[in-house]
């Protein structure tokens, strides 16, 4: 099926699959705003996503069609749910396999997740030349499945596990690229409600947010409440937001400027602007959060998510952490008085500048164009 309004493409140049979260769609989109800028009509790329992923939203707000496959990923243990996965993956390969020769694109982009593999098997089956785009320093799944077949596999760190490597980096989008490039903190800070003169903590862990992330920063909270010297700019996610747990004693802290400055909100849209304003951000370590982190030069306490796969998040973490850039911090001792002993030192002791400025030299901006030229590459070829 297609998304609501968008009819069902004809031929097109390229075809961007994969997704099911931000960190594989906002690649996607970057790469594909690049190919635009490049010359390429916007009607020319076309995305194919999981009907169930953030991309059946986040790819029509940036101006591309998109087609959404059935199905679901398949659960890396042994359950009944994946009887109905397998099912979905069969119908989404034959609707790839038949998107593909309908649309007879010139390169399929595989940017990861569960529709990427099923475009990227149906465009071997056509030979059309395909790159994959990677995000983390350790491949997911679906890439490595169809990695073997790329002609080129785009990766943001030298040591990511996939043949035919090139070092791109990490594609971020438009307005975090703005934010890198000119900085206005004052601004965003202004933007944000935050008052002058306060050294600005924020923590966010994706849609959903993290618990683990969320209480610690609650009891800090608590401890910082007579603090006029700090803010705290909390991103909650939908999963403690919507059972309110958001201490209430919290929400009521003053706002004249007698204590610390603190504001919770269960989804931040203007992730640019909350980069521009921190000093510090607390947060997992997601391929496009490390990246981001590094574009805008942000100093960072990272909690890998001990769940992700193959612990990719703490190779994520790991350049910015050599480099003086992040602390690292396991998620199974991350609690508020861990977060307490990390984030004052960092803040009292004057590092702050350094670590954004080692943030920064790790910075790829260039990256979505790198990524372009690959593909772009590969459908000459």
Known sequence: MTSAGTPAPGRVWALVAGGGTAGHVLPGVAVAKELVAQGHD??????????????????????????????????????????????????????????????????????????????????????????????????????????????????????????RTVVTGNPVRDEVLAVGAHRDQAAARAGLGVQEGRTLVVEFAGSLGSRRLNDATFECARRWAGRDDLAIYHVVGGRDWDDD????????????????????????????????????????????????????????????????????????????????????VDDAEFDGDRMEAEVLPLLETGRLAQMSAAAKSLGRPDAAAAVAALVSEAARA
């Open 42 to 163: 916007p009607s020319e790329i076309h995305f194919v996503g999981a009907e169930r992923g953030i991309e059946r939203t986040l790819v029509p707000d940036a101006g591309f069609g998109i087609t959404l496959l059935p199905g679901r990923g398949i659960q890396r243990k042994l359950t009944l749910d994946n009887v109905g996965a397998v099912l979905g993956l069969v119908r989404a390969m034959f609707q790839a396999v038949g998107l593909v020769r309908r649309t007879r694109p010139s390169v399929v982009l595989a940017v990861g997740g569960f529709a990427s593999a099923a475009v990227a098997v149906a465009a071997v089956l056509w030979r059309v030349p395909l790159v994959v785009a990677d995000q983390n320093a350790r491949a997911g799944a679906a890439n490595r499945l169809v990695a073997r077949f790329a002609t080129a596999c785009a990766v943001p760190f030298p040591e990511t596990d996939l043949p």
């Open 245 to 328: 747990r958001v201490p209430a004693e919290l929400t009521a802290l003053p706002a004249d400027g007698s204590g610390l400055w603190y504001r919770a909100v269960r989804y931040e849209d203007r992730m640019d602007r909350v980069l521009a304003a921190a000093d510090l951000a607390v947060c997992r370590s997601g391929g496009t959060t490390v990246a981001e982190l590094a574009v805008v030069g942000v100093p960072s306490v990272l909690v890998p998510l001990p769940i992700a796969t193959r612990d990719h998040q703490r190779f994520n973490a790991g350049p910015l952490v050599a480099a003086g850039a992040a602390v690292l």
